[in-house]
Structures are given as C-alpha cells and as structure tokens.
T-cell receptor, first 115, second 112 residues
C-alpha cells in the first residue's frame, strides 16, 4: 500500500506560538508532497508544493514566512505555522505523490486550534 | 484556468436510493479525473479515477464516466447505504503536472 501519516492529529496552542506538523510517507518515497488547508464546509485549498531538497512553491496569497515548509528527506515534509493566530485555526492536510501509482496519497489531517 | 464545479450539498437520501453527484470541469488538454471521499473523522481516500475520455472508473459500487463532450464526470451509485455518508470531492489533474484542482465537495447524508 501507500500510507501517509501526519503528526500530531490535533493540536491546541496559544496565540503567538509556533506549531510544527509532520507529514511522512511510510512505505514509499515521495519527491513531491503537497500541503492543503481545509476550512469548515469548504473544499481543500492548496497552500504549497514541497519538493525534496528544494524550496517549496507557494500558492498565491499564502505567506511563505508564516507557513514554513521543509522537505528534507524523501519521506518527510514539515509545515511550521509561525506566530500562530486564531485565524490560522484550520484543518491541515498533506499528501504525497506516489510515482509508482501516479497518484497522491493523503494524510489523515491535523486539526489546529489557536486560542 | 482549470476548474471543477460540483453540485452543492448536502444531499440527503434514503438507504437504497439511487445517487448522482454532478461534476463538470474546465481544462485545457487531457486531464485525469478523480473522485475522492472523506468519511467523518478520516482522511481523504481515492474512490475512483479515469485518465482518458470514455473511461469508466468504478469502486465500491460507485461509477463515473469521463465524458469529454460534456466535460463531465458524474458520480453514481445504484443503491446507497448509510455507510456511504461522507463528503465527496471531484478533482482533476492536468496532464502536465501533479497538482489536483478540487471541486467544493458534496456532503452526502444517507438515512436508514
């Protein structure tokens, strides 16, 4: 199979703190990973495309200094929400591109709540 | 640019009813088309896909046919179950890259 994990599944933090979310492809290597944000009752919004060993490509309107993405290995990408504020509260989902199956596999998501 | 439009929900049906969730797309070239499902409290899962015109994707009793002439990829199931209650997303992937373009999602509620 092709499994993608995310950690943590749920995090609550105080305003002004930073939070790191990990995305791992457990049984395949992924040169490309994606980070999405999902608002309640809304579709997925692509935030950035993460390529192993290079800088992430951010979508228009996404602050790269606020949402730091690091893809240091073929199985791990991290999203750090810096100086989080209540408006950053959301459901963050990662996916990893599996070139063998030629499709994206999704993590279970991380629910971030900023107080 | 490329886009996906799917019917707004929620869609509420009784068990064993026939299901159709409409999805139309706008794209240049020859995109691949996907239906993903998100069950309550779970991550997105690929339900089915089609990579070229007239292909039919099928899985778990669900079907969708890639119709290039009507730029559609409607999801159908002949007899829904309570366990089919979920949010369904239609998506396309351009033939030039890995990015997925998403529809807004349709929440499906099946009542016993």
């Amino acid at each position: 199979g092709a499994v993608v994990s995310q950690h943590p599944s749920r995090v609550i933090c105080k305003s002004g703190t930073s939070v790191k979310i990990e995305c791992r492809s457990l049984d395949f290597q992924a040169t490309t990973m994606f980070w999405y944000r999902q608002f309640p009752k809304q579709s997925l919004m692509l935030m950035a495309t993460s390529n192993e060993g290079s800088k992430a490509t951010y979508e228009q309107g996404v602050e790269k200094d606020k949402f730091l993405i690091n893809h240091a290995s073929l199985t791990l990408s991290t999203l750090t929400v810096t100086s989080a504020h209540p408006e950053d509260s959301s459901f963050y989902i990662c996916s990893a591109q599996n070139t063998v199956y030629n499709e994206q596999f999704f993590g279970p998501g991380t629910r971030l709540t900023v107080l | 640019g490329d886009s996906v439009t799917q019917m707004e929900g929620p869609v509420t049906l009784s068990e064993e009813a026939f299901l159709t969730i409409n999805c139309t797309y706008t794209a240049t070239g020859y995109p691949s088309l996907f239906w993903y499902v998100q069950y309550p409290g779970e991550g997105l899962q690929l339900l089915l896909k089609a990579t070229k015109a007239d292909d039919k994707g099928s899985n778990k009793g669900f079907e969708a046919t890639y119709r290039k002439e009507t730029t559609s990829f409607h999801l159908e199931k002949g007899s829904v179950q309570v366990s089919d209650s979920a949010v369904y997303f239609c998506a396309l992937r351009a033939d030039s890259n890995y990015q997925l373009i998403w529809g807004a999602g349709t929440k499906l509620i099946i009542k016993p």
